[in-house]
Structures are given as structure tokens and as C-alpha cells.
């Protein structure tokens, strides 16, 4: 029901989405894509001026390199669910930008430092083959008995759990399924690591998520080093200015008052104090080098010196000289005031308070300080202390001023490792996109989906091989290919008759309400992104709740076919969106939706197998997108079929809404006010823009997320909306409301139970294959 949500990565990458530029034919793995991605690594490794840049690009490259290697010899099969050959589905392989496979496991590679510290430990050769026939020692048995029981262990790749639950199943008595999963491990003992990592901190806390570590919030803020530009500037006001100042003095006094600067100098003193002047600088300026505008002649510090120079030299100063040397002083005369004026002090004590001002770099390292004293594994239950002003007993050791407050930049990094429920994280602007949303779900789906296992040691590794396994990345999969899921694991397969489901049914279904209640609420006008789809299906399916979702397609790898959840999910967004707003301005039958998803339905229960794919809702799609006439693929054809698609289903909102339940608590016509917000918000980016398609494609999504949620508002929530459209674009610059004048058009009509492309209204979609109307300028 829920296979789609985790069929394929959403699109490759580096601008390959849009409609341009396609990178493949029609089912075949885009070929240049890995030696593009190499170029680059290599140029990077080449010429870039950080030295971590060049080496994390070497790395970079080596990987690309294997991927290529392994095409060109047949070892790798990209687009299948077991691309390496020799390596079954379930290990977990390296995985590079856009899906592509590396030929190595990610659980491969030297020893860890805990494996060579048990190894050791059990007096035992540094080989991971040794260590795995330890584990099934009595001694080693006993030492992973004491790990499940106390919790303290971590687990980063999958395979990290495998000897753990075969040592809960010796303990429990079923020696038989824990025999067989040996069989299936053995093969790749000496290769892969098995063994879980000792942890000094048991299993977090499932209540809570973070997006960061406090280690991780630590790291970097470590790495932030004062800013050059900014220390340059601090060097200048506080160096360069006053001794300039100093200059500048020194030069007037062979000014009468109300005369200019003469290149007779009035005595020995002035002489004395001028090679003291110049010794000076000789001592700044090998000191202070930041700043280079006092070595540059044409510069008014550097004309003054060079005629200082000259004068205490005893050489007259010439006529060209003496010209430059009167307008260097007036020019600084005029411009800031003569030196101790009071317009001049003035001056000077501002830029010498900003001068002043700790750099960030500064407050970092205090902060860093508060952070060492807390765990480092895992996030801070409370940031505030951790970012608060400097105390008293703090600017005695840090020389920052005591009461000041940490910058933001710095206080923003603290914050990003707050742990706390996910809706607080939301509130507070620690997750700013339904992406980084996507990124935090697993932790609370890995401790909701192990509530099926009764036994608490058991749950607890269950969770923490859920989320090791959402670190896995996905790979690049063709002709329908689904990625794999957790209970594929052979490891997951042994434990599955120690499962009770029907005691993971409700937390299941109130986490699958509380998250889809809270993307939906948070991000209006955003498409949910495939990661987050996938973790709602896990939910879906526990729940037993019957909501077809589906996933975003890569229109680069589109091949025309739509598995059956496609169509469900559409029948679903009819029964809720028959005769409504939405229906009428996408010109949708759906009654005709419902009978197809019927016909399909009955169709697949009385042949021999369950379908593969929906034949009726694909080429409702084609027809839809006026793609059906069988013309050359493109990338942009496809993205019209598939938008239709999306159009058709609401792309799981109807089945979030219909299926699931959700109410978001500010009420559909607030979530229609922001997603237009979105809609003008992104229409704005396109004046201007060389390249606007993908923006525009954003602005059409968020559009169809506004009619949705408009539909679901009473009569006079859409009659007030509609009114105050005006009042809305006027917040964003004339050429947003000119944009969309055929669009706000179209919905009046639609609104009004008229055609929506009559008398100058037009139909907003992202896709096209041609001149999209919304570039134009109005």
C-alpha cells in the first residue's frame, strides 16, 4: 500500500530535476553523471586553497573512481537493489551523490578503534574474524549479554547489530534461529563489522529528538576562526587610524593657521618627531600585516609618509610631490575633521567601542567551555544556560566584557542541539524546513516501530538498528525497484516471531497523526519530501491505517508506469475532493478516478497476481499532460506527467487529511493564507532569474497545497481568502502581483463556477515544455 514512499531518490542532483537538461535515455543510469562528478572532485583536490577542502576532495574522487571502475568491469549494476556483486541486498553498501554505488560496504574498511580495543582485550589477533568467533565464546557471549542489558552500546551501520541479536537469541533458547542467521553472517565475518560500540550512555531518551550532538555543536564551534575581513577592519581602526591621525598632525604644524601644508619644515623638532614617526611604522608594519593600504603610494597614509620620508631625508620635496601631499591633508581634513576636533574625537571613539567588540571567534571558545562539561553523545535537554551573557567570573578568565550577550551566529549552533519533542524543535526554529524535519522523524519512528517487541532488551536494539538503518542511503533504483526495508535485515527477520504487533497499533497511529498533523501544519506549501513520506509509511503500514502514500518521482528515470498506490491514493483525494474548489479549477473527474480505482482493484484481486503497476492511472496521467501522442521522451514531458499525478493524489495530503485524520490547529484557511505567502514569496525570485524553472515548479506546488486547503475551508473562509488575495501580493513587489494575475484570475473563475481559462485566466503548473507564462514580465 505504501510501497512507493520508498521506491527511489526524488531526482539526481546539480540541476537535473528541472525541466532541462536530461542526463539519460529513458531507463538506462545516466552514465556521465559519475565522470562530471569526478571532474569536479579533481579540480577541487586540485585547486582548491583550503587544505581539509583539497584532501576531503581527494577522498571524494577515489570513491567516483571506484564507481566508475566497477561500471566498466561489471562488478556494479546501477539502478539494482544489490548493485555490488558479491554483497547481498541487506549489506549495506557505500553510496555517493546521486545514488551510485561504490563497490564497498559501509560496515568494510580497517578496524575500528573499539574493535581493536577488544581485540585486544580478548587477547585476540587484530581481525575481525577473530572478534566475530570470540562473540560466540562463552566470555564473549557474556560480554554482549551485559551490553543488552545495560543498554550502553551504539550502533552506526546496521551490521553492528547482527551478533547482538544473535546473543539475544542464544539467551532467549532459540539456538536454532540464531545458528541460522550464522550461517548467513559467517561468509562475511573476516570483511564486515558485526559488533556493537560501547557506549558510555545507555538509550536515549525516545520523548525527545536533537538535531545535533553537544559533541557536534562542540566540533564546530571549534572551527571557527576569527574572520579575516573582520580582524582586518579591527586592525585598521585600531592601528592604522591613529597612527594616521598622528600623521596627519605632524603635517599640519607646517601649516599657519588658515595656510596650507608647506615643504618648509619649521624646525629640528619637527625633524626629530618625523624619524620617530617613521621608525614607528617601520615597527607597525612589520607587526600588523592584515591592512595594506599604508604601502601603497597613491593612498593619502602612504603620500604622507612618502613625503616624510623625503623632508626627514633632507631632501626637498618637488613640486608634484608637495601638490600631493596638499590634497592627501585636505582631503582628510575635509573628510573627518581636523585631529582633536570635536567632531574628530567623536569619530574616533565610535570606530575605537567597535574595535572593541569581542570577535565571535572569542565568544565561541567561551561557549565551547560550557559545552565540555556536558555529555557529548547525545543533545542538551537545555540551551539557555549554555548561551547566556558573560558572567562576572567568566570575563575575569575570557577578557570578554562581563553582561555582554553571545552572538547569534554562535548561539544558533547551541541551539541546533536542544533535545526536545519535536514540536517544540518546530516552534523554536530549530527545524526550518519539512527536509530537516525528515532528517529528526527516524529517531521517533525507530522507538515507536521497536514498541512491537515485548522484551525490553530486544525493543531497545531494535530501535537503535532502525535508526543506524535510516543513515543508509538510497540507492539509484529503476523499473520500480523499492528500496529495502528494515524487516529485510536478516538479523530483523530472526526476531520477527517475537513481535506483537497488535501492541505497536496505536503508538504507530498516534505517531503517524502527531508527525503527518505536524508537516502538514508547519510546512504549508511544501511538498513533503520523500524521506519524511517514507518514515509516515512505516507508520501506516504498523497502524494498520490503511493511508496510501506515495512518493515523489525522479522525472530523469521516469519510465511512464505508476504502481497501484498511486491510484489508491488518488481514489482516496477523490472521495474527499468531489465537487469542491479543487476539482473544478484542475478540470479532475473523479468520479471517474473512483470507477478506474475500482476497476483496477477488482481487476488485481481476480488475476493471478497482485499488479505491479496501474496501467489506467498512468495514461489518465499521459492524457492529462498532453503526453500521450508517443513524441520524444524528455525530462519535461515526463515532470508533466508526473505533476498531473500529484494533482491527482494532492500528493498525500488527502490521505493525510482523509486517512489519517489530521486537523492542523490553526485551521485550513490559515495553512491556504501561508501557502499563498509561499506562492508570492517564491514568484518573487523568478524577476530576474536566468534560471527560473525550478522556482517556478516550488511556486505551483505551494499553489496546489493552497487550493487544497482552501477546499477544506467553509463558503465564507474561501469568500474572505479570496478578498484578501489583493491585500497579500501588495506585500511583495509589483511584478509579483503582475506574475500572477492570470492565475488569481483563473481561481476567481474556478471560485465562481466558470472556466478557469476564459477571460484571461490561466492554470498555474510547474511543468512545461515550453515558454512557461509565468516569466513573463507584466
Not at 301 to 306: D, F, N
Not at 401 to 407: D, F
Not at 456 to 466: D, G, P, S, V, W
Request: glycine residues 8%.
Amino acid at each position: 500500500m505504501n510501497d512507493d514512499a520508498e521506491q527511489q531518490p526524488p531526482t539526481l542532483p546539480d540541476g537535473h530535476s528541472g525541466p532541462r537538461d536530461p542526463v539519460a535515455v529513458p531507463g538506462s543510469v545516466p552514465a556521465n553523471y559519475p565522470r562530471l562528478q569526478l571532474a569536479r572532485a579533481l579540480h577541487t583536490a586540485l585547486a582548491h586553497e583550503d587544505a581539509a577542502a583539497r584532501r576531503r576532495a581527494e577522498s571524494k574522487a577515489g570513491r567516483w573512481r571506484a564507481v566508475l571502475a566497477g561500471m566498466a568491469d561489471g562488478r556494479l549494476a546501477i539502478g539494482s537493489r544489490t548493485p555490488v556483486d558479491g554483497l547481498p541486498a541487506w549489506v549495506t553498501p557505500e553510496v555517493v551523490r546521486g545514488g551510485f554505488a561504490t563497490s564497498a560496504a559501509s560496515a568494510e574498511g580497517p578496524l575500528q578503534p573499539y574493535e581493536t580495543a577488544a581485540a585486544s582485550a580478548a587477547g585476540l589477533p587484530a581481525e575481525r574474524a577473530a572478534l566475530f568467533a570470540y562473540c560466540l565464546t562463552e566470555p564473549g557471549l557474556a560480554h554482549l549479554y551485559g551490553l543488552l542489558d545495560s543498554g550502553r552500546y551504539e550502533i552506526r551501520v546496521p551490521e553492528e547489530a547482527a551478533l547482538l541479536t544473535v546473543a539475544w537469541l542464544i539467551r532467549t533458547g532459540d539456538v536454532a534461529a540464531a545458528l541460522e542467521l550464522l550461517d548467513e553472517l559467517e561468509p562475511f565475518a573476516a570483511r564486515l563489522r558485526f559488533t556493537p560500540r560501547p557506549s558510555a550512555l545507555p538509550a536515549p531518551d525516545v520523548r525527545a529528538v536533537h538535531r545535533r550532538t553537544v559533541g557536534e555543536a562542540s566540533g564546530k564551534l571549534a572551527v571557527k576562526r576569527p574572520k579575516a575581513a573582520v580582524e582586518t577592519q579591527r586592525e585598521a581602526l585600531t592601528v592604522w587610524q591613529p597612527f594616521g591621525d598622528e600623521l596627519l598632525a605632524h603635517w599640519l604644524k607646517t601649516a599657519p593657521a588658515g595656510d596650507r601644508v608647506r615643504a618648509d619644515v619649521p624646525d629640528r623638532a619637527w625633524h626629530a618627531r618625523g624619524a620617530e614617526l617613521l621608525g614607528r611604522y617601520q615597527e607597525l608594519a612589520a607587526l600588523h600585516t592584515r591592512c595594506t593600504k599604508h604601502s601603497d603610494p597613491k593612498q593619502n597614509l602612504g603620500i604622507l609618509l612618502g613625503a616624510l620620508e623625503e623632508s626627514v631625508a633632507g631632501r626637498p620635496l618637488d613640486a608634484r610631490r608637495l601638490g600631493l601631499l596638499r590634497h592627501a591633508v585636505e582631503s582628510m581634513v575635509r573628510r573627518r575633521g581636523m585631529p582633536g576636533s570635536e567632531a574628530h574625537t567623536a569619530l574616533r571613539a565610535g570606530q575605537a567601542a567597535q574595535a572593541a567588540r569581542p570577535s565571535h571567534h572569542a565568544y565561541a571558545q567561551l561557549v565551547l567551555r560550557r559545552l565540555s562539561v556536558l555529555p557529548q553523545e547525545t543533545g542538551a535537554g537545555e540551551v539557555a544556560p549554555l548561551v547566556s551573557a558573560v558572567s562576572a567570573d567568566e570575563a575575569r578568565t575570557s577578557g570578554l566584557p562581563s553582561g555582554s550577550a553571545v552572538p547569534a551566529a554562535v548561539r544558533r549552533v547551541v541551539e541546533n542541539a536542544l533535545s526536545a519533542p519535536l514540536g517544540t524543535l518546530v516552534e523554536r526554529g530549530v527545524v526550518p524546513s519539512a527536509e530537516v524535519l525528515a532528517e529528526l522523524v527516524p529517531q521517533l519512528v525507530a522507538s515507536t516501530s521497536a514498541q512491537v517487541y515485548p522484551d525490553e532488551a530486544l525493543r531497545t536494539l531494535m530501535a537503535a538498528n532502525y535508526r543506524a538503518f535510516r543513515n543508509r542511503r538510497s540507492l539509484l533504483l529503476l523499473d520500480l525497484a523499492q528500496q529495502i526495508r528494515p524487516e529485510e535485515l536478516p538479523w530483523v527477520a530472526a526476531v520477527r516471531p517475537y513481535r506483537a504487533d497488535g501492541e505497536g497499533r496505536e503508538p504507530a497511529r498516534a505517531a503517524l497523526h502527531q508527525l503527518g498533523e505536524l508537516a502538514v501544519q508547519a510546512f504549508p506549501g511544501t511538498l513533503l519530501p520523500n524521506p519524511l513520506i517514507r518514515e509516515l509509511g512505516v507508520l501506516a503500514r504498523q497502524s494498520e491505517s490503511g493511508a496510501p502514500l506515495v512518493a515523489e518521482l525522479a522525472a530523469d528515470i521516469f519510465m511512464g508506469t505508476f504502481t497501484p498506490a498511486y491510484l489508491a491514493a488518488a481514489r482516496v483525494a477523490a472521495e474527499l475532493l468531489r465537487g469542491t474548489l479543487y476539482e473544478h479549477y484542475y478540470d479532475i473527474d473523479y468520479a471517474a478516478v473512483r470507477d478506474l480505482a475500482i476497476r483496477e482493484a477488482a481487476a488485481s484481486l481476480n488475476g493471478p497476481h497482485r499488479a505491479r503497476t496501474s496501467p489506467g492511472f498512468a495514461r489518465l496521467c499521459a492524457e492529462r499532460a498532453g503526453e500521450s501522442g508517443g513524441g520524444s521522451w524528455s525530462v519535461a514531458a515526463n515532470g508533466k506527467i508526473i505533476e498531473q499525478a500529484q494533482i491527482l493524489t494532492t500528493h498525500n495530503l488527502a490521505s493525510l487529511a482523509a486517512g489519517v485524520g489530521i486537523a492542523p490547529a490553526p485551521g485550513w484557511a490559515d495553512l491556504a493564507r501561508r501557502s499563498f505567502a509561499t506562492v508570492c514569496r517564491l514568484t518573487a525570485r523568478v524577476h530576474g532569474n536566468p534560471r527560473p524553472l525550478s522556482t517556478i515548479k516550488d511556486a505551483a506546488y505551494a499553489w496546489r497545497h493552497m487550493l487544497f486547503h482552501l477546499s477544506l475551508c467553509t463558503p465564507a473562509e474561501q469568500a474572505h481568502f479570496l478578498t484578501g488575495l489583493p491585500e497579500e501580493t501588495a506585500r511583495y513587489p509589483a511584478h509579483t502581483a503582475a506574475r500572477l494575475a492570470p492565475a488569481l484570475t483563473g481561481l476567481h473563475r474556478a471560485a465562481a463556477g466558470d472556466p478557469v481559462e476564459s477571460g484571461g485566466g490561466r492554470r498555474l503548473l510547474g511543468w512545461t515544455t515550453g515558454h512557461h507564462w509565468l516569466r513573463e514580465a507584466r
